[in-house]
């Protein structure tokens, strides 16, 4: 394995464990993310959470299936770097772009719908309750886009490893 491949194959796992870390980070944001409703004489106020909005839930279940890929291929990665073999041709690397692919798709639409979901939700409540709830949300669903550019750039090193 040459040095420019065995760089490639480490920046590719570094870039696997950097998605995960992103990933986990949104999970814990929006999982914690919680917001007490607006009544001050009731002494068990209702509180919403993600599970209030089925966006959100796309959201959460978006980010869980790409930390648990990212959790199944990063041993992978790691043991190719460990043995230095070069990246097989054919239908094996050719499979694992294409998940890749799929995946960051799936990572990239669960951001983009928890995004569009908090930007409607927040142009009527300018000065609401609800503003630091949806700007947690924005968090999490920007760090969910971190880990879909650190997909895409795995995807274009394993693309470009093929030629």
């Known amino acids: 394995m040459a040095v420019s491949d ?22 814990a ?28 839930r796309y959201v959460l279940s978006a980010a869980v299936i790409g930390s648990a890929y990212t959790l199944l291929v990063l041993p992978f990665a790691a043991i190719h770097i460990a043995q230095g073999r070069k990246i097989a041709r054919g239908r094996g690397i050719a499979l694992l772009i294409f998940a890749d692919v799929v995946f960051a798709l799936l990572i990239a639409t669960g951001a983009a719908a928890g995004l569009g979901l908090t930007v409607e939700l927040q142009h009527p409540l300018q000065f609401s309750i609800f503003k630091n709830f949806l700007n947690l949300v924005d968090v999490s669903c920007g760090l969910m886009l971190g880990a879909t550019i650190c997909m895409v750039i795995m995807i274009m090193i394993s693309v470009h490893s093929l030629t």
């Not at 607006?38 to 909005?53: A, I, M, Q």
């Open 6 to 27: 065995r760089a490639l194959s480490a920046a590719s796992l570094l870039l696997r464990v950097l998605t995960l870390l992103l990933l986990i980070a949104s999970i």
């Open 29 to 56: 944001i929006i999982v914690t993310n919680k917001v007490y409703g607006p009544f001050t004489d009731v002494v068990d106020p209702p509180n919403y959470t993600f599970r209030d909005f089925y966006t959100y």
